[in-house]
């Protein structure tokens, strides 16, 4: 047992250095990712690494291609649009569910979330603001008793880090991220559960709009956007 577990290990770690890598642009879109490369940067094998450029495959920011290897998927305006119809769908859910249990120790760690997030923000630190919009998020579903939900929606948050960043890159985006999860913390004090849900699919709608338009164009957006 203690064989495949430590192998496991690794390869999950590979995966994590790999994703940062990947949605803080060290690897752009469109790079080859090749296996030995990689593993004699890590100084492993070939094993972990093919296993963790799978994992990433699965997560959608690689392509495996024949003949080619693993290649960091493109930005793409149907990818934004399925995410962020399905988030839409299962957040506002997720919500219901979990905000008429918030105790007093639930706001306090949305709070110390969204302090980490407007630091980060300010200080222009790339790499946290993904991570820290997802633990927002999540941190919101704590009490949905929605197991699988929470799954896809974790893997959802993960596979729309990339835009997410994209998105926030600019100071408008961030002081409107910043304030809008600063009024659905208020909402969920005031337990104003039906306007919170609204509200928070608002906002998801209101990134995907953002993304939509950072990504394909203002006029790609839009046609994008009336046929989703």
Not at 62 to 77: C, D, H, N, T
Not at 131 to 146: E, G, K, P
Request: charged residues 25%.
């Amino acid at each position: 047992m203690k064989g495949p577990l430590k192998h496991r290990t690794l390869s999950a770690a590979i995966v994590d250095q790999l994703r940062q890598a990947i949605l803080d642009g060290t690897y752009p879109a469109g790079s080859q990712l090749r296996q030995d490369a990689l593993g004699e940067a890590y100084g492993v094998s070939r094993i972990p690494v093919r296993e963790a450029l799978f994992q990433l495959e699965a997560e959608g920011l690689v392509r495996i291609v024949p003949q080619k290897g693993a290649i960091v998927s493109e930005l793409s305006l149907d990818e934004i649009n399925d995410v962020f119809d399905l988030r839409r769908i299962m957040e506002p859910r997720l919500l219901a569910q979990s905000a008429p249990h918030f105790v007093e120790a639930d706001f306090a760690g949305l709070d110390d979330i969204q302090k980490r997030f407007e630091k980060a923000i300010k200080a222009g630190n790339v790499s946290e603001w993904g991570q820290l919009n997802a633990d927002f998020h999540m941190a919101l579903y704590i009490h949905a008793r929605r197991p699988r939900t929470k799954a896809i929606v974790i893997a959802l948050l993960q596979t729309s880090d990339r835009y997410t960043r994209l998105q926030l890159s600019n100071t408008k985006a961030m002081g409107k991220a910043e304030k809008e999860h600063a009024h659905l913390i208020a909402l969920c004090r005031a337990q104003q559960i039906d306007e919170a849900c609204r509200f928070l699919e608002q906002h998801i709608e209101a990134v995907r709009t953002d993304l939509l338009q950072v990504v394909g164009g203002g006029s790609i957006a839009a046609r994008a956007r009336s046929d989703a």
